[in-house]
């Protein structure tokens, strides 16, 4: 661990492409410079942020189809103010029905007169996957969204996400505060279950969580907010693969763009190796979770997962947590907290299994089968529906205090 802290400021720089609307200015004074369009732009028709008579000033949260996103309903619109928005955020994209109408990713529900009504972004209404990063519209009258002035005649210009759309005007300058002291979080749901453990480890700890999200998608969220100004810690710390673990090349060219980031910026940058997702099939002698044990063997590059796995070592040789690895020892250094028998192996503890097959123990994480095992896996020598009761402490602190470790 010491080797590891001592050489996060050794890490060197890889060349990686990134558009020059994301190659920032580094720290400490220079002067902010524009932000231009992403190449090859697509043209997708004229927007007006003013359309709905509305202006999205103040940003209060998510609206999300997912709990552990934002909020999946709208509260009481009495006692907002003028400009108050919820940006919504849909996992899977789609649409999503409130009172108030059908909102699409990217939208904005802003408080006007104590009412909420809908501003829709410029991609509303367009299918998952139609957009990419890069494409504009052509702004047909001036006006506020997502707290941003925008003005007829030019450009609002697409910056990535699918689920949760981010857009910039044409012309937009940065104005990037100074790096301090601080740890950024960002991921996909991990960093949601974490999110509790991340503020009693690290007061002052930002935690981005994207459910659902793959690894591009936590890099353009990155992108933004650091164009935006809202990272300005010094440390941060980024989990991406989980998601799409038969994308590594997704993960390589997120990470690759995160670090030109962060490098540009004299930001340190610790990323997490993901722990494989708990996914069963049955062989017809026992359950085999093939992520989990694919990183066990460590061998298998036809396994997204591990090849994930050896690039972060490779590109990140001092900079990276094993998160799994470090779940595992410290189930080794509990062995008494995990000597209950393991519903998932008959005749097996929990430690044997961790053991074994390098699984999690269900009572080492918050994630659990809420519905018993797939069908397919039920048996009267499996049981009908194992749980994972939540007894110890989860996973995310050890995660957290390792983070820690690294960062301070």
């Known amino acids: 661990m010491k080797a ?28 902010p410079v524009p932000a231009q369009p992403m190449p090859q732009p697509r043209m997708h028709g004229p927007w007006s942020p003013a359309a709905a008579g509305l202006e999205s000033r103040h940003l209060l949260g998510l609206i999300s189809n997912s709990n552990g996103r934002g909020k999946t309903s709208l509260p009481p619109a009495s006692g907002c103010n003028d400009g108050d928005y919820w940006m919504v955020f849909l996992v899977g994209g789609g649409q999503m029905s409130l009172p108030i109408g059908t909102v699409y990713p990217g939208d904005a529900v802003v408080c006007r007169a104590s009412q909420w009504a809908i501003q829709p972004g410029p991609a509303s209404g367009l299918p998952v996957g139609t957009v990419q990063p890069g494409d504009t519209w052509q702004v047909a009258a001036g006006g506020v969204f997502d707290g941003l002035t925008y003005k007829a005649g030019e450009q609002a210009v697409h910056y990535g996400g699918a689920y949760y759309h981010f857009f910039l005007p044409s012309d937009y300058r940065p104005s990037l505060p100074a790096i301090g002291p601080g740890v950024y979080w960002i991921g996909d749901s991990m960093s949601a279950y974490a999110r509790s453990a991340a503020k009693a480890a690290m007061p002052g700890v930002v935690v981005d969580a994207l459910n659902s999200a793959g690894s591009a998608e936590i890099a353009s969220v990155f992108a933004y907010r650091t164009l935006t100004g809202a990272v300005t810690q010094r440390n941060v710390v980024v989990w991406a693969g989980q998601n799409t673990e038969d994308k590594w090349w997704e993960t390589s060219a997120a990470l690759d763009r995160i670090r030109t980031i962060t490098q540009s910026r004299g930001q340190r940058l610790i990323v997490v190796i993901p722990v494989g997702r708990r996914e069963f099939t049955f062989n017809g002698q026992r359950l085999v979770g093939k992520w989990q044990e694919a990183l066990q063997s460590g061998t298998d590059l036809r396994n997204g997962l591990v090849e994930t796995q050896a690039l972060i070592r490779k590109d990140f040789p001092v900079a990276n947590v094993d998160a799994r690895a470090a779940v595992l020892a410290a189930v080794e250094a509990h062995a008494a907290a995990f000597s209950n028998p393991d519903p998932q192996f008959p005749g097996m503890t929990e430690l044997q299994t961790a053991k074994r097959s390098a699984w999690f123990p269900c009572r080492s994480i918050r994630i659990w089968p809420r519905k018993g095992f797939p069908r397919m896996l039920r048996s009267p020598a499996i049981g009908a529906t194992p749980t994972c009761p939540r007894r110890l402490r989860p996973a995310s602190i050890i995660f957290v205090r390792l983070a820690r470790t690294l960062v301070t």
Do not use: D, R, Y
């Open 4 to 31: 590891i802290t001592k050489g996060i400021l050794a890490v060197a720089c890889a060349a990686s492409f990134v558009p020059a609307a994301l190659a920032l200015p580094p720290a400490g004074g220079a002067a």
